[in-house]
């Protein structure tokens, strides 16, 4: 997904019109680049900001971590949107919430791009 695809996904998955996506910039893309350090430290244990993890800044920008990832981008900045609603619309975004930790807790599981840990404990074999 690109990152124009993600902030559109999130004017749907939040009941807005993509006509109205200025009355939400730049707080979406702030809270897509928060989202995407997230996911970045999990994989890599590196912020936005080091070289191979520059912030968002053109909506023709792709996220550098695997596809499966994307979608949780969204999600991210739906739960942000929501959040920021009296409780009823908060309650709509743990949905959106929990998905993101979903990801963000299966790259942590996995090792992110180094892969799972083997021989934690550095036992011969």
């Known amino acids: 997904m690109t990152v124009g695809e993600i902030k559109n996904e ?10 109205d996506l200025d009355e939400f910039l730049p707080y979406l893309l702030d809270y897509i680049n928060e989202g995407y350090d997230m996911l970045v430290y999990a994989w890599c244990k ?3 900001g080091a070289d191979d993890w520059p912030r968002f800044t053109e909506d023709t920008a792709v996220p550098a971590l695997p596809e499966w990832t994307h ?6 900045g ?14 709509r975004g743990l949905p959106f919430r929990a998905a993101f930790m979903d990801v963000l807790s299966k790259i942590t599981a996995s090792g992110g791009k180094n892969g799972p840990v083997k021989n934690f404990f550095n036992i011969p074999d």
């Open 78 to 91: 739906t739960w942000l949107v929501y959040r920021n609603g009296n409780p009823q619309k908060q309650e």
């Open 71 to 76: 979608r949780a981008l969204a999600d991210y």
């Open 46 to 48: 590196e912020h936005l």
């Open 10 to 19: 999130i004017m749907f998955q939040t009941n807005n019109d993509v006509e």
